[in-house]
């Protein structure tokens, strides 16, 4: 694929509704980062993957906010018992080595809100 | 606590100004300084520093480190109206085998024709 795919591109979730974020990234990526963008700000650290492996989640919020990549491709951001609070864009990012100093490529991210 | 911070917030000039963009950092573990573009979809990738004082250069957009002082500049020459944006500038940092990217708020510049 050409670039970092997201869906979906906007979603609308009632407080409490459970939603799923996906990430398609680049073919070979090995690492894949997750960011939560609230309005105004820059992206915040979510949670970072090499392949499948889920090597840091402090950026998660809380226990609602989970992350998986079982076959080290496809991501899947799930959270739980939606609030207002979690209104943001998500945005995952990948990038071809897992040892940094490589660029990482942006997904065009998924724009939640919470009513 | 890893802290990016950019000013101004934000910046409004006329075409054909030039802008400087500040980004200063304190963080443990330093490995690389990002700037990234950001219209109304994903970051784009500009530039990735690592040494102080070489200078990035591309087009009308030059950008320099100093890890003594710990800050980074964007430069934009004779901007054009296209060139209004969020600037974000991120730093890379190492821990525990692994590694991510503290982002700043971004400074938005605006560009008036």
């Known amino acids: 694929g050409a670039g970092v795919s997201q869906s979906p591109r906007y979603k609308v979730a009632k407080r409490g509704q459970d939603v799923a974020l996906r990430c398609d990234p680049i073919s070979g990526h090995v690492s894949l980062f997750w960011y939560q963008q609230a309005l105004g700000q820059g992206p915040e650290f979510l949670t970072y993957?090499?392949?499948?492996?889920?090597?840091?989640k402090s950026g998660l919020p809380s226990d609602r906010f989970f992350a998986e990549r079982p076959e080290g491709s496809v991501s899947t951001l799930k959270i739980q018992r939606t609030q207002q609070e979690d209104s943001a864009v998500y945005l995952c990012?990948?990038?071809?080595?897992?040892?940094?100093?490589?660029?990482?490529?942006f997904g065009p991210g998924t724009r939640l809100t919470v009513t | 606590e890893d802290k990016v911070v950019q000013s101004p917030l934000s910046l409004v000039v006329h075409e054909g100004d030039t802008v400087t963009l500040n980004c200063s950092y304190e963080v443990t573990n330093f490995r690389s300084l990002l700037w990234y573009k950001q219209e109304k979809k994903a970051p784009t990738f500009l530039f990735m520093l690592?040494?102080s004082g070489i200078e990035k250069k591309s087009g009308r957009l030059s950008s320099i480190l100093d890890k003594k002082e710990l800050f980074s500049i964007l430069n934009i020459t004779a901007t054009q109206t296209g060139d209004s944006a969020i600037y974000l500038c991120a730093v890379e940092v190492w821990g525990s085998g692994t590694y991510k990217y503290i982002f700043g708020t971004g400074t938005r510049l605006k560009v008036l024709a």
């Open positions: 690592t040494s």
């Open positions: 990012a990948s990038s071809i080595r897992d040892r940094g100093a490589y660029e990482q490529y």
């Open positions: 993957f090499q392949n499948e492996a889920q090597l840091d």
